[in-house]
């Protein structure tokens, strides 16, 4: 069985020409090559990786590694096998093993999991959206596990993944009571906006709402339990309903929002926040087309009924992804099976289920359909 050596090889060859001439010639292969393209991009932006300069139908490895803001260490790898021309692509070759199987060109980010021996119940999410994720992708000789610690690395390249785009404004909000944080598009406006309501997790999550700006929305996050700037305890929601209720109108009617193109969205308990936001202001709802409690079919019937009882049940779509958790995020973001919910008065572990490769597929098509809509209804 032959062995290939990853070194770059190479030859040269005398010619002996007429009249005494003699030219030399050189054959040579370049050291072993892996690029990503664009090396930055939007977390919801997919990118092109490939290795090239290599020996035919040899056995590699492609690495993702990365730390979070906290410097927890995520990782994910692949088995590939090149090509005849000494090439892999992520983007239309299939992995044989590792982290994801098949042909899943971003299979390296929604792959990412912590490396062995992390803290117990991570969760992976942004919490400084001006920053990016930074992702060291390397090369490998053989089919090897990162961890293995004796693999030989061939070539590397590095990638920034970021939720803001140039030019979005971020502005943070404490108006009337609200603790939120705007993020504006590029530009005059008026924009579209959507509201952002995240679930009983607490605390102020942003990066949904700057991808929306990047997008050309206006977008508004708010924090309504687990932020010490609310009223406490911080594990319970001390806000009423008009809080909600100023918060849509303080978006609505923003000088650089266009008024009648609010929209809102909701994750978990966010989605029982949309509806009653949605009731209480009198907002026109045009369609509820995302239902973000996927496997829950208990909410999903609340949900159908709330809309039956305003005869609006005809406007109600429900989308289903067999094999995805709850918490359907921007795509390519790894899916955290279960997580530590709190530590105080006790340590709770919250398994939010899923699988790996389905769930990266849901919220794949599952952001696709929600732009599409927003573009539909908003922008339209």
Not at 123 to 145: F, Q, T
Not at 183 to 195: E, N, V
Not at 283 to 300: G, P, S, Y
Request: hydrophobic content about 40%; charged content about 20%; overall charge positive.
């Amino acid at each position: 069985k032959k062995r290939y050596s990853m070194k770059y090889i190479t030859q040269q060859y005398i010619f002996l020409l007429p009249a005494g001439a003699v030219r030399w010639r050189s054959s040579y292969r370049p050291a072993p090559l892996l690029t990503a393209a664009p090396a930055r991009a939007l977390i919801d932006e997919q990118i092109s990786i490939k290795g090239r300069f290599l020996p035919p139908h040899c056995p590699v490895t492609v690495c993702a590694r990365m730390h979070s803001e906290d410097d927890d260490l995520w990782e994910a790898f692949a088995h590939y096998n090149t090509n005849a021309d000494g090439t892999v692509n992520l983007t239309k070759d299939h992995s044989v093993g590792g982290s994801y199987l098949g042909c899943e060109p971003m299979g390296l980010f929604w792959g990412l999991q912590p490396a062995p021996g992390a803290r117990e119940g991570l969760r992976l999410r942004k919490k400084n959206v001006e920053i990016p994720y930074v992702v060291h992708m390397s090369l490998l000789e053989g089919h090897v596990s990162p961890g293995e610690g004796q693999s030989t690395e061939l070539a590397a390249v590095t990638t920034e993944r970021w939720y803001t785009a140039p030019g979005v404004k971020r502005i943070k909000i404490r108006q009337n009571g609200i603790v939120g944080t705007l993020f504006l598009p590029p530009g005059p406006g008026p924009f579209p906006a959507m509201l952002d309501l995240w679930g009983m997790g607490g605390a102020l999550v942003e990066y949904r709402s700057a991808l929306f700006a990047s997008r050309g929305y206006a977008s508004l996050s708010i924090a309504y339990i687990g932020h010490k700037e609310l009223p406490g305890p911080q594990n319970r929601i001390n806000v009423g309903a008009s809080y909600f209720n100023s918060a849509f109108d303080l978006l609505r009617d923003h000088r650089q929002v266009c008024a009648d193109r609010v929209g809102i969205i909701g994750l978990s308990f966010g989605v029982y926040l949309a509806l009653r936001i949605a009731t209480e202001t009198g907002a026109k709802v045009r369609q509820k087309v995302q239902c973000l409690f996927l496997n829950l079919q208990l909410d999903q019937y609340i949900i159908e009924e709330t809309l039956r009882a305003a005869d609006k049940s005809q406007l109600f779509t429900r989308l289903s992804y067999p094999g995805a958790g709850h918490l359907i995020e921007p795509p390519y973001s790894p899916n955290s099976r279960i997580s530590l919910w709190s530590v105080k008065p006790k340590k709770l572990i919250t398994l939010w289920g899923g699988h790996l490769a389905p769930h990266a597929a849901a919220q794949e098509d599952a952001w696709k359909k929600i732009l599409d809509f927003m573009e539909n209804n908003l922008r339209r």
